[in-house]
């Protein structure tokens, strides 16, 4: 999965999810500024965000990481276009006003990839080879998961908005997402197990449970539903969060016997 000069997917995998997180944090954050409606601002944090993910991503590589966060921020954002073109509403939008919804896209794309390509590459200057100690993989491995838990979330708000025609049960959307935050945990674990150069398998269950916990967190801070949360929901949350970081833990098994622990050290 990952060559010490080469290549690695596991940084583009890590890159997609952190990505996310930091994109999808920092327009949340714009919400709670009042800024959401200046595209300069959004694009701003469009490219803090994949400046974050570069960041971390290059970290967690074990060679030079430079090129494949600017990769896992073009296939992040293709995800959303995608899912998003995919449905009715955008549709839609996109017969009506092409050239616009193309400028923001490619504003937006641009921002990701240029933020991704100058945290890897900040990242590198600053620090150069990673460390071979697991401990920074709870960080590391809990940005990702969180990510992968935002953008299940944000597809499927996509996916239910955009189809105003299909009535989806909150039932089929729970399920769509918790299966998307356990794909996305499963992922973010092997990458984590194949590209760490000691074995991460702790800390892809406490940074798996950590990353899905703060999705959460999150999640009832902004729509502000904590005061109304019964001790029985939030032990249920709790017990998801450490599901999450048992499926990390599997994808780590995965990842470090199939590659990373042939490359140690």
């Known amino acids: 999965m990952q060559q010490r000069n080469g290549f690695s997917v596991g940084s583009v995998i890590l890159s997609y999810f952190m990505t996310a997180g930091g ?19 959004r694009y701003l944090m469009m490219l803090l965000g994949s400046f974050l993910g570069g960041f971390v991503a290059a970290r967690a590589s074990r060679g030079t990481t430079i090129v494949e966060p600017a990769v896992g921020a073009v296939l992040m954002i293709a995800t959303l276009v995608i899912v998003g073109g995919s449905t009715t509403v955008g549709k839609m939008i996109w017969s009506l006003a092409q050239d616009g919804v193309a400028k923001h896209i490619a504003i937006g794309g641009g921002a990701c990839i240029v933020g991704a390509l100058g945290g890897a590459y900040a990242s590198e200057k600053m620090f150069g080879e990673s460390t071979t100690s697991s401990v920074p993989w709870i960080l590391y491995i809990a940005i990702a998961t969180f990510g992968a838990a935002e953008l299940a ?32 945990c499963l992922l973010s674990g092997i990458a984590a197990g194949a590209g760490a150069r000691a074995r991460p398998l702790l800390a892809a269950l406490v940074g798996g449970s950590l990353g899905i ?40 098994l995965i990842g470090w016997f199939a590659y990373g622990k042939k490359h140690a050290g």
């Open 23 to 41: 994109m999808f944090s920092g327009l949340l954050l714009l919400g709670a500024l009042d800024k959401a409606d200046s595209d300069g601002f």
């Open 153 to 184: 979330f944000i597809v499927i708000l996509i996916v239910l908005a955009g189809n105003l025609d299909t009535a989806t049960s909150s039932e089929a959307a729970g399920t769509a997402l918790f299966g998307g935050m356990a794909l996305g």
């Open 213 to 252: 916990a703060g999705f959460f967190g999150v999640f009832l801070k902004v729509f502000d539903l904590g005061n109304d949360m019964k001790g029985e929901l939030i032990t249920g949350l709790a017990i998801i969060a450490i599901l999450g970081g048992v499926v990390t833990l599997i994808g780590a």
